[in-house]
């Protein structure tokens, strides 16, 4: 027959008949299943509601359990065949011994995922490979009444039966898979695809018949083209199995633990099956998990891993956002994850694993460098909407120089298939084959779905070194890193954020999270700073291990899919709980331990005086007030002042103080029609109509912040039809619009004035209580919000005088300069770009920075500074953030630019106040001096961000970095005295002594340079 007639859709069916013979049911399992709403231990697996099972029956709902029992016996008629068990109950299955030991993961063939990618379902169990025909069938299983995305699909039992295997006809069902896909990828008239396509057509004339026989003749005439080898490869694909599990995402964070379960006991059966498998998977704490919850399965894993079969990726706790958390939250992270594979394993992770997080900070790589990690895998910059990515190989440079090595798979997934087209697309689409001649392939099915399955492993090792393909080999991606690393010198560099042009509104949905993971990382380091000073001024005992427990939660809920706010509801009903638990108790711990300090301060007043504890290193002089009284502290840097009387003896001088605040009389409504105005010593600001900012005038200045014709602060609502990912880019084009004003009321409180606005929109109220403070330039816009609205954004914007071809905004260790135009597409797509404290808009004299307490969401155009306040999306939670808010931003005025007006500085005053405890009253003589400051770095550029306990030991751990941007000479001056210093890494492992000279270390910076010292506490002494 001539070639030309040979038509693959004719192969393709042939191979779909051979298919649906491979397995023939023999006879019906018994199927009991006991049904409890949350998990119960294998224990207790009869605790539940008892059902009876038949093909089509109901078992659940939605996130229900169920221990399944499956009974069944073979008989003579199947001696010596191989026997298989097929089930799918429509949810995801957990296969357990006798011991309630996960064996062997099994899930619903019914399910969203991308068929593209191959079929997700896992139903085979393998009984015998030759039956004795008395194979008595007992197993129990553990289930989840969802499919991979926690969808619920049916809760129906679908099948569980015994069938035979026809093991040949199965071989030759992927022998023909591999050849036709490679031949139909082949270049027309190419003699490998004709050859193919011939054996193919040869194949279906001679099975008329699925007989042993004619199976078998079948088998050589396809392994004559499977034995055709390459030459000399010029691209090697390294692949390895893996499987991608968010921690949560459309499932809560218990199905996780059972979903990593099914996973790695899958992938356990695979490597008794197939001797080539290598298996991958992150993320500590998943292995955590399994330690507690099934230590027998982890002991399997660590064999596996000494082994050489299972690879540890990955050097974070988990696979975290990178936007949002701190820098010292990304520090601990690596600290954490890199610690827990050295102290469970014994094993040094030199890459970090994130193949799905929504871009990357700047910040990252001198944290990687600097924590030993010199290798990054990525996929996710494939999803940018505008702009492809140049590049899959190249040097990865942060903002202060460091840079890494990384690495994007290019078949742009995670979740490959392992078939030709897998192969053939990496070859195709590798954007950097021209000076490099490896690639990973990351195969198998994610998020629960176990992995790799058979089909991925029976193409692979058809794949090794088939004629028409790139050769493929299995192996750890530490060693296809190590490879690709011996061509770095050739491999293009990409300065700067690797920002995803996508999922922009992960930086504001669910409000509540990340307000609570701000709250908390600054608790957290108060926490840790008090502790220090508390263990330096009496016998205070340093809280390490609950200090940890608290990091790891916090860690935990810093995963891609929760603190961005893409998960389902009962993700954040139980985080937000979980949070405030968290935060009540380590502010409890900060007030106890600072109370230990105040303690021991005598208080020779016959009123109570108070102890202001400073952790922030630089002097502070602020307005405080405590139990309703006013006072003014003067707190010097990292420590402590025992401040003035409680009690109202400086009325007068805050009288005056009050009467500089205002011109304009106390109104109690809107019933006037003047314009409302505030004004202190610096600032004068006046209201429109509408609520919003018509000046701001600079007094000192003379200059006006405001644009001409323009206003300030407006709360305007945009409609949002995205889901918790994503918004509309041109939002601002649809009609926008404005919360109403209903109230105002201006007020005086000693040395604060301001004014009081209601609002209201559709069922929504926002309360505002903007306000100035004596002697401050920072207008405070202190707001509460009951949002109830459903489809809408809310944001702020500022109009501001002053023009500039560069927006300045903070990061993790440091800034980004991002262009305020949009010249191109690349422009453009940064529509909504990240900060943490504040943004500033600064030309060569004047500027405007602006704070926030807890935002993430910014925009900057021309000379507009934008925040994004509140979304309320219905995808995946129908719920999100309709519910009552509390937050501050700030307007920041400032001669100079951002780093000449140290609007870093600003930034942490507004997110970490002063602490006061009361002083005791005591006839005995103080402990402790009046003032202390126990440390000070003498140049304002320099931020001490962390001082702690080290992990390992007793000394102490100091963390500062450069936050201007410029090479800078320091002194870090210590209020305590110590005989030796050394510079470490973020692992805490040291590096070089440095000396100390008069209570004085001399430290010297680069741009944006991170510096960690260690203290040793042998003779630490104040």
Request: proline share 4%.
């Amino acid at each position: 027959m001539p070639y030309e007639t040979i038509r693959p859709e004719q192969l393709k069916s042939m191979l779909e008949g051979w298919k649906e013979q491979i397995y023939t049911p023999l006879s019906e399992l018994r199927v009991q299943a006991w049904v409890t709403p949350e998990p119960v231990s294998f224990a207790e697996r009869r605790s539940g509601r008892m059902v009876e099972l038949a093909p089509g029956d109901r078992w659940g709902n939605l996130w229900d359990c169920a221990w399944f029992h499956f009974t069944g016996q073979t008989d003579e008629s199947v001696k010596g065949s191989k026997i298989v068990l097929l089930i799918d109950i429509n949810g995801e299955l957990c296969l357990v011994d006798d011991d309630g030991s996960p064996v062997q993961g099994l899930t619903n063939i019914n399910s969203e995922f991308d068929y593209s990618l191959g079929l997700p379902g896992k139903r085979v169990v393998h009984v015998n490979e030759s039956a004795t025909g008395q194979e008595a069938i007992d197993l129990w299983g553990d289930a989840g009444c969802n499919d991979l995305f926690g969808r619920y699909r049916s809760g129906t039992l679908k099948e569980a039966v015994i069938a035979v295997c026809r093991e040949e006809l199965r071989q030759l069902y992927y022998d023909g898979e591999v050849l036709l896909e490679t031949a139909e990828r082949l270049p027309e008239g190419s003699a490998r695809k004709t050859q193919i396509f011939q054996a193919l057509y040869d194949v279906s004339l001679l099975l008329t018949e699925l007989t042993d026989e004619r199976v078998a003749r079948a088998r050589e005439i396809l392994g004559r083209q499977l034995a055709k080898r390459g030459g000399d490869p010029a691209l090697t694909v390294s692949a390895i199995g893996h499987a991608h599990i968010d921690l949560a995402w459309l499932w809560p964070i218990r199905e996780t633990i059972r979903k990593g379960a099914r996973t790695f006991s899958t992938a356990l059966r695979m490597m008794e099956r197939y001797p080539d498998y290598v298996f991958g998977a992150s993320q500590p704490q998943l292995y955590e998990w399994m330690k507690q919850y099934y230590p027998k399965l982890f002991e399997e894993i660590k064999q596996r891993v000494r082994e050489g079969r299972w690879e540890l990726q990955g050097a974070m706790w988990v696979e975290a956002d990178t936007n949002v958390p701190s820098g010292e939250s990304l520090v601990r992270q690596i600290l954490y994850g890199k610690r827990y594979f050295q102290k469970e394993f014994g094993q040094e992770m030199k890459s970090l694993w994130m193949p799905d997080v929504f871009g990357y900070t700047a910040s990252l790589p001198q944290m990687l460098k600097k924590s030993g990690v010199d290798y990054m895998m990525t996929q996710k910059l494939s999803w940018s909407v505008y702009n492809k990515h140049p590049h899959h190989t190249f040097m990865w440079e942060g903002i202060d120089g460091s840079q890494v090595l990384m690495h994007m798979p290019p078949e742009d997934t995670y979740n490959s298939p392992a078939a030709p087209r897998s192969v053939m697309k990496a070859e195709t689409e590798y954007l950097d084959k021209n000076v490099s001649e490896q690639c990973l392939m990351l195969f198998g099915i994610g998020d629960g779905g176990g992995g790799p399955g058979e089909e991925h492993l029976e193409r692979l090792a058809r794949e090794k070194n088939l004629l028409g393909l790139s050769p493929v080999v299995q192996q750890h991606s530490s060693a296809f890193f190590e490879k690709l690393n011996q061509g770095s010198e050739r491999y293009s560099s990409w300065r700067g954020e690797l920002y995803l042009e996508k999922h922009q509104g992960t930086l504001t949905s669910q409000a509540r999270n990340k307000k609570y993971n701000r709250k908390l990382e600054k608790a957290l380091r108060e926490l840790e700073f008090a502790s220090v000073l508390a263990g330096l001024t009496n016998e205070y005992r340093y809280p390490a291990e609950e200090l940890e427990e608290i990091w790891k939660e916090v860690l935990l809920y810093q995963f891609h899919d929760i603190l961005p706010g893409s998960s389902i509801k009962r993700v954040y009903d139980e985080s937000l709980a979980r949070y405030a638990i968290l935060l009540d108790r380590v502010e409890q711990m900060i007030s106890d331990t600072y109370r230990s300090i105040a303690g021991q301060l005598q208080s020779e007043s016959e009123v109570e005086q108070l102890v202001v504890f400073n952790s922030l290193p630089w002097e502070r002089n602020e307005w405080l007030k405590i139990d309703g009284q006013w006072l003014y502290a003067i707190v010097p840097p990292m420590g402590y002042a025992v401040a003035g009387s409680r009690m109202p003896q400086a009325e007068a001088e805050i009288a005056a103080a009050a009467d500089s605040m205002t011109e304009s009389p106390v109104r109690e409504s809107l019933a006037s029609k003047a314009p409302m105005r505030i004004e202190n010593d610096l600032l004068a600001i006046t209201f429109a109509e509408c609520g919003a900012i018509a000046s701001i005038y600079d007094k000192e200045h003379q200059r006006e912040v405001v644009a001409m014709d323009e206003k300030a602060n407006e709360l305007r609502v945009y409609h949002d039809s995205g889901d918790a990912w994503d918004f509309r880019q041109d939002y601002r084009l649809t009609e926008s619009l404005f919360m109403r004003l209903s109230d105002a009321v201006e007020f005086v409180d000693g040395p604060s004035a301001g004014i009081v606005q209601r609002y209201a929109f559709g069922a929504s109220t926002l309360t505002q209580k903007i306000v100035l403070m004596e002697g401050s330039r920072r207008i405070d816009f202190v707001t509460d919000v009951d949002w109830r609205e459903t489809g809408k954004m809310l944001r702020t914007s500022f109009p501001v005088n002053v023009r500039s071809d560069t927006v300045s905004c903070e990061i993790q260790f440091g800034y980004l300069k991002r262009p305020t135009h949009r010249n191109t597409m690349w422009d453009y797509a940064k529509d909504e770009i990240c900060a943490h404290h504040w943004v500033d808009l600064s030309d060569p004299g004047y500027g405007v920075a602006l704070l926030n307490d807890c935002k993430y969401g910014h925009r900057a155009e021309g000379s507009l500074l934008d925040l994004n306040l509140l979304r309320s999306t219905t995808s995946p939670d129908p719920e999100a953030d309709r519910a009552e808010h509390s937050f501050t931003y700030s307007l920041y005025p400032h001669q100079g630019n951002h780093v000449q007006a140290e609007i870093y500085k600003r930034g942490y005053e507004l997110n970490i106040p002063l602490k006061a405890e009361a002083a005791s009253r005591t006839e005995s003589a103080s402990k402790l001096a009046p003032l202390l400051t126990i440390l000070s770095a003498d140049h304002p550029n320099v931020m001490v961000e962390t001082v702690k306990k080290a992990e390992d030991g007793d000394d102490l751990i100091v963390r500062l970095y450069e936050a201007a941007g410029t090479s800078v000479n320091a002194a870090l001056s210590l209020g305590f005295h110590i005989d030796e210093a050394w510079l470490v890494d973020l692992m805490e492992e040291n590096i070089q002594t440095v000396p100390v000279v008069n209570g004085k270390i001399a430290l010297s910076f680069t741009p944006f340079e991170i510096k960690t010292l260690r203290l040793a506490n042998q003779a630490m002494t104040l």
